[in-house]
């Protein structure tokens, strides 16, 4: 049955979810991308402290036994106890960046630390920091014991003493992008804190029976909704510290990380919380409708990423969108070793099928040697070719030829020089030759045959000649690449 309250509940575990694979994902990122910064580092174990109380959270809906979920809610209590100190230690190393001599701050990180441990233990037993639960999903809670006060002062006076460190760290900035970034890590710094600390300990009589439920649910509602947001603002932040690649560079690799991985994700569990009332509609068993759901997603996000490619890179590439293209289009075109290979072997075998002759070869020019860059044909083939020694000497003829499509017979084949077309024709660039085994000693050839001949020969011939053109980018990428490793 639709209820206020079951709708509620539904889009609490939903967002709960979403953060858990955000917190997860931004924290791979992090230990992937840029695990030897300390900001970074320190922020890795502020999400791993937001990471164990929301998955704490999500796990509490999904639980009958009120056992285990005194078991989770404790376990909950080691992310929020130790959230403090992760926060007042990611504080510390942000204004450690702007050169600030940090000093005595160092021993009152280590006191929060200790203080969060202790806290962490202590909620695994009654009588110190909590006293009994309650467990009626949606609303699931620690109570309060005695000590839960000095908690309270504990998280507090560590989130204000964290956010003064931000603000002296902005107010230290002394550039213009360090400020705007030290401002977007302000405005979402105090939304995890905000969205963890356990406000239902506070108020004892919120049950799942009294009016003020709807209320706490709409609350914790809209607070996990605004921590998925600033989480992603905060590590988009992150992302910039300590990396000296162009910004352009760190946005389009966390765009693609999202919308490869969390984006995924995040519609995957959706889609599977929603499955009961699929089921209800169409009449089929779950599995069913959970393998046909995540499939169907997968897929058709993958289809969309392609689809969208284009589109985030002039979005990310806007100022530089024509040579991003012109990069983009090199490497699609850049032909490998066995791609060259391959390309003349295609071609040949068609050749060869089209002339009704067995085997033939390519041969590159290279100084004063050819070089024999594909055969097809019987094994034999290479040996043959191996035991002609004269090949330059053919090579010659066929240059004198006057229509460059007939070829010359040499020694059992029939011979094509394979030259660059230039507006000089006295400075023409030899690239190699083409040989299929001779049908007759005398090469005759129909006019149908000659037409489809001209065509594979000018192929033939482009592809040499790109490919000596790229064997000179390799040769400077060769020289540049490390140059820029040494930049970025």
Excluded at 30 to 51: D, E, H, K, P, Q
């Amino acid at each position: 049955m639709f209820t206020p309250l079951n709708l509620l509940t539904f889009l609490n575990v939903a967002v709960s979810s979403i953060i858990v694979i955000l917190a997860f994902s931004l924290l791979a990122y992090t230990f992937t991308y840029n695990f030897r910064n300390w900001v970074a580092r320190s922020f890795a174990i502020l999400l791993g402290c937001v990471m164990v109380a929301y998955a704490s959270d999500v796990a509490l809906n999904r639980l009958v036994l009120s056992n285990s979920a005194d078991r989770w809610l404790r376990f909950q209590w080691i992310g929020i106890a130790l959230l403090p100190a992760a926060y007042y230690f990611f504080s510390l190393v942000v204004l450690g960046t702007t050169n600030f001599r940090i000093g005595r701050r160092r021993w009152l990180a280590l006191i929060f630390l200790v203080l969060g441990v202790v806290g962490s233990l202590a909620a695994w037993r009654d009588g110190y920091l909590v006293d009994g639960y309650y467990f009626r999903p949606p609303l699931s809670y620690l109570k309060a014991g005695p000590y839960f006060g000095l908690f309270v002062i504990y998280f507090a006076v560590a989130m204000l003493l964290s956010l003064r460190n931000i603000w002296k760290a902005r107010s230290r900035c002394l550039t213009a992008s360090s400020r705007q970034r030290m401002n977007y890590l302000l405005f979402g710094f105090l939304a995890p804190a905000v969205g963890i600390f356990p406000y239902l300990i506070l108020f004892r009589g919120v049950t799942i029976e009294s009016r003020l439920s709807l209320i706490a649910l709409l609350l914790a509602l809209f607070m996990n909704a605004l921590v998925a947001v600033l989480l992603v603002v905060m590590s988009y932040t992150v992302a910039y510290f300590g990396v000296l690649t162009p910004d352009r560079v760190v946005r389009y690799r966390l765009i693609r990380f999202f919308m490869r991985g969390p984006a995924v994700a995040i519609v995957i569990i959706l889609a599977v919380q929603t499955l009961p009332t699929v089921e209800r509609i169409l009449g089929l068993p779950r599995d069913i409708v959970l393998f046909s759901v995540i499939t169907g997603v997968i897929i058709a996000s993958q289809l969309i990423l392609s689809v969208t490619k284009s589109w985030v890179d002039w979005l990310v590439y806007r100022e530089d969108n024509e040579e991003v293209a012109w990069l983009r289009e090199l490497d699609r075109r850049l032909l490998t070793t066995s791609d060259l290979r391959q390309f003349l072997e295609n071609n040949l075998t068609a050749l060869c099928e089209l002339l009704r002759v067995p085997a033939g070869f390519v041969a590159a020019v290279v100084g004063p040697d050819l070089i024999l860059e594909a055969t097809v044909g019987p094994d034999k083939v290479r040996t043959q070719i191996a035991e002609v020694s004269d090949w330059s000497e053919a090579l010659n003829r066929a240059l004198k030829q006057e229509v460059d499509v007939e070829p010359i017979s040499h020694k059992g084949f029939w011979i094509w020089a394979l030259v660059e077309p230039t507006a000089d024709d006295e400075k023409r660039r030899v690239l190699g030759i083409l040989g299929v085994k001779a049908r007759t000693e005398t090469p005759l050839l129909g006019q149908d045959e000659l037409q489809v001949l001209d065509q594979m020969l000018q192929r033939i011939t482009g592809v040499l000649a790109d490919r000596k053109l790229q064997q000179g980018v390799f040769v400077s990428l060769r020289m540049i690449i490390p140059e820029m490793d040494r930049i970025q």
